[in-house]
């Protein structure tokens, strides 16, 4: 999950603070996938392209990264 806050009062307790460095939206596409740089890693998220226009994120952006364990794929 992407904020453009810090998210208070959550039981997820992986919040990092990053900013987005590329966004792939492929034409047609329902999910984007975006990478953002956290502390000089690289983090990649897909999100709807819904979300994408109502967050009104770009290249550029600073957001908030929520992460859940079960959210890792191996």
Known sequence: SISLTKP??????N???GTIEALDQTD???FCTLTI????QSIEARITRKSVTELGIGIG???FVLLKSASFLG
Do not use: F, P
């Not at 208070?8 to 307790?13: F, G, N, V």
């Not at 740089?37 to 000089?40: E, F, Q």
């Open 8 to 13: 208070e009062k959550i039981s997820i307790q």
């Open 15 to 17: 919040v990092l603070e």
């Open 28 to 30: 047609g596409a329902t």
């Open 37 to 40: 740089n956290v502390d000089r």
């Open 61 to 63: 952006t600073s957001v």
